[in-house]
């Protein structure tokens, strides 16, 4: 029983049906000009519209990369070329690691770096926002979901503040593709990253949306997607990201369904456990994602018991689930991780509600079995 979807998702079997010609007999180059290459190249231009129609954007502003992390190194690489002499940036002390550590490397060059703090939920303060723009300040990035905690923050805001005092504005919608409706005409974002594994398609895709007005920089260079991203295009990847952007509309319904779920589970288990803790905004959350915390039980030591029962849940983010460290996005948060580490269970498109009973009764269990070993200890 998978939980762990922010992690990432099963690929659809409607998608891997699309991929697969593309993988056998339409191998054509869409850079080569006979009838093999033309018909890559026009199916790539369907994937496109179908993305931007999805986004309200223009075709020419998607661009294909190979992940959300290169869409998010090449959109802050970009924007610093755009006014050498501004040397801040703001960011939040909450976002993702390829945002994190794109940040520490421009500390290296020089740059001068805000990560705006949360409070214990996770959340913003718009005024230390507003308070941290100086002069020189060129980029402000946050995300508009949270992969660890399921916050979504005040994009329209955040952009309006940014366009107020003409400061250039990145968005990390992974978490939110899918979760929450995306329009680009009436969000004003100069930039914006997804990856296709969140959303049921395979791993090694991604978006990066340039606004037309916004000059754009490649990090690799070469005559593909108009000179902006080189290297081949990866054909089977790109029709299997139009093909799960198509299906993210008949599966309008399933957030609905997801957050009746999260919310049965999130009730339950603070019926069923004492001492409980939920991280996060209880408000503004994507309808996915409960991170929740058993007092006395380590997380760690919780996954590896639910692993025994065959449910998959993660400690926090994946890409630091191998590390000893702790979380900084629960660090922001002030937690108090020792006797509070929470899993974070994250529901997708396939789960049950038989799933969530099993999930539940699971979990009950676990928490039983370790706070029974920990008073032995
Ligand atoms: N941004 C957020 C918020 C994420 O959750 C992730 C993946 O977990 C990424 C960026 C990176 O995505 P990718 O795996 O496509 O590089």
Redesign the pocket.
């Known amino acids: 029983m998978y939980f762990d979807n922010?992690?990432?998702t099963k690929c659809d079997p409607i998608v891997l049906e699309a991929m697969k010609p593309f993988l056998e007999e339409q191998y054509g180059n869409p850079s080569s000009i006979y009838s093999l290459g033309v018909y890559s190249k026009e199916k790539i231009q369907q994937a496109r519209k179908e993305i931007a129609d999805f986004l309200n954007a223009d075709e020419d502003e998607i661009i294909f990369t190979?992940?959300?992390?290169?869409?998010?190194v090449c959109a802050i690489l970009s924007a610093i070329q755009s006014d050498p002499s501004k040397k801040h940036i703001i960011t939040t002390s909450v976002?993702?690691?390829?945002?994190m550590e794109t940040m520490k490397y421009l500390e290296q060059l020089g740059y001068d770096i805000t990560y705006l703090s949360v409070d214990q939920f996770g959340r913003l303060d718009l005024q230390e926002l507003r308070s941290s723009i100086r002069k020189d300040t060129l980029l402000i990035a946050v995300?508009?979901?949270?992969?660890?905690l399921g916050n979504i923050y005040p994009i329209a805001e955040i952009s309006a503040i940014a366009r107020e005092n003409h400061i250039l504005f990145h968005c990390?919608?992974?978490?939110a593709i899918g979760k929450m409706k995306i329009d680009l005409k009436e969000l004003d974002i100069d930039t914006l990253?997804?990856?296709?594994?969140?959303i049921y398609a395979p791993?090694?895709?991604?978006i990066l949306y340039v606004k037309r007005e916004i000059p754009y920089v490649p990090l690799i260079f070469g005559h593909q997607e108009k000179n902006r991203r080189g290297g081949t295009e990866n054909v089977p990847y790109i029709i299997g990201l139009g093909k799960a952007i198509e299906l993210l509309k008949n599966h309008e319904l399933d957030n609905q369904k997801i957050a009746t779920l999260r919310d049965q589970l999130e009730e339950q288990l603070k019926t069923q456990i004492p001492d409980i803790l939920v991280y996060g905004d209880p408000i503004n959350r994507i309808s996915n994602t409960l991170s929740i915390a058993f007092k006395g039980v380590k997380a760690t030591e919780l996954l590896l018991v639910l692993e025994s029962f065959q449910i998959y849940v993660s400690t926090g983010?994946?890409?630091n689930s191998y590390e000893e460290k702790p979380s900084y996005v629960l660090e922001a948060c002030h937690a108090d991780l020792d006797n509070y580490s929470p899993i974070r269970i994250s529901l997708g498109r396939y789960n049950t509600e038989e799933e969530i009973e099993k999930l539940i009764k699971g979990i009950v269990k676990a928490v039983a079995m370790l706070r029974k070993k920990g008073s032995r200890e």
């Open positions: 922010n992690s990432t190979s992940c959300a992390s290169e869409s998010n976002e993702h690691a390829s945002i995300m508009m979901a949270n992969n660890e990390d919608a992974v978490q990253s997804f990856s296709g594994h969140k791993k090694g895709i991604g983010s994946a890409c």
